[in-house]
């Protein structure tokens, strides 16, 4: 029996796990597909699990709803950072958690009560060029390059927050099918450990409004490292300013690619749904 919160930030949702006070099976994937199952499990986008950690106050590790770990989650690092918080794991309200892309630094926005309300992540520097997404091709960065994903050809503008993301401007977004466009970016040859992918309209020099097609999960109803990348790409596009509003199909996320120190910070919601015992079979 293992115990469990399930979370949510903008409707990505997670089970979370304190790792280090329930006993797991030594198979993580198998576990992930079974738990994040919406039919036959608790349901999920991905399972998240809270360990100890050598190098930072707490290790975020997080399998995606197929079985295939992600380097990191926007979202799901929100949803740690308020656990942790509230839960008196970690007492103080900026937290260093060692992820697969590196330690990355969510601060917990607080009300009058000490009630998490919000929090914001130093996503850290982002990555553009090709050999860091990674993606296959010549040195440099890839910024509004054309790519054919079987009879379809887009412009796509890469960006690695930790992860790889593929970012494709549309006029409409609501236009495009992600069952259909999304799996054809995601395992392109192109891209060596498959990326996720984004699908941008812009609304205004301030805000966008994105689609995701998440890597090992399909559409989810947001992404926050996918937000981070749409926002650096729409500024590398010459589409924005460096702070937007990013507008998901779950709601919105403050995003600033700072010009002080080129560090992305994501500003958004984390919220506990509900907990309860998962039965290990």
Not at 18 to 24: I, T, V
Not at 45 to 64: E, F, W
Not at 176 to 187: A, K, R
Request: proline share 5%.
């Amino acid at each position: 029996m293992l115990h469990f919160k399930k979370v949510q930030g903008l409707g990505n949702d997670f089970v979370l796990i304190d790792a280090g006070n329930e006993k797991l099976p030594g198979e993580l994937a198998p576990l992930a597909q079974k738990i994040c199952n919406r039919n036959f499990g608790i349901g999920a986008d991905g399972l998240v699990l809270i360990k100890h950690s050598n190098i930072a106050d707490i290790r975020m590790q997080i399998i995606n709803s197929d079985g295939s770990e992600a380097e990191m989650c926007g979202n799901a690092i929100r949803c740690v950072g308020k656990y942790v918080y509230e839960n008196g794991i970690v007492n103080k309200k900026k937290i260093n958690v060692e992820t697969g892309a590196g330690i990355i630094v969510p601060e917990v926005i607080v009300n009058d009560k000490d009630e998490v309300y919000a929090v914001k992540v130093k996503m850290g520097e982002p990555k553009l060029d090709r050999e860091n997404i990674p993606m296959n091709g010549p040195p440099g960065k890839v910024v509004d390059e054309k790519l054919k994903v079987d009879d379809h050809e887009f412009n796509i503008t890469c960006v690695s927050m930790g992860n790889p993301h593929g970012v494709i401007f549309v006029p409409v977004v609501e236009e495009i099918s992600l069952d259909q466009q999304g799996p054809g970016i995601e395992n392109h040859e192109v891209f060596p450990a498959k990326i996720n992918a984004e699908f941008v309209q812009v609304l205004s020099r301030s805000e966008i409004q994105v689609r995701v097609w998440e890597r090992g999960a399909g559409p989810t109803l947001a992404c926050g490292t996918g937000a981070c990348a749409s926002a650096v790409a729409a500024n590398l596009c010459g589409y924005t300013n460096r702070k937007v509003s990013v507008h998901l199909p779950g709601g919105s996320l403050d995003i600033n690619w700072s010009e002080n120190d080129n560090n992305v910070y994501m500003t958004g919601p984390a919220v506990e749904v509900f907990s309860g015992e998962y039965f290990l079979k």
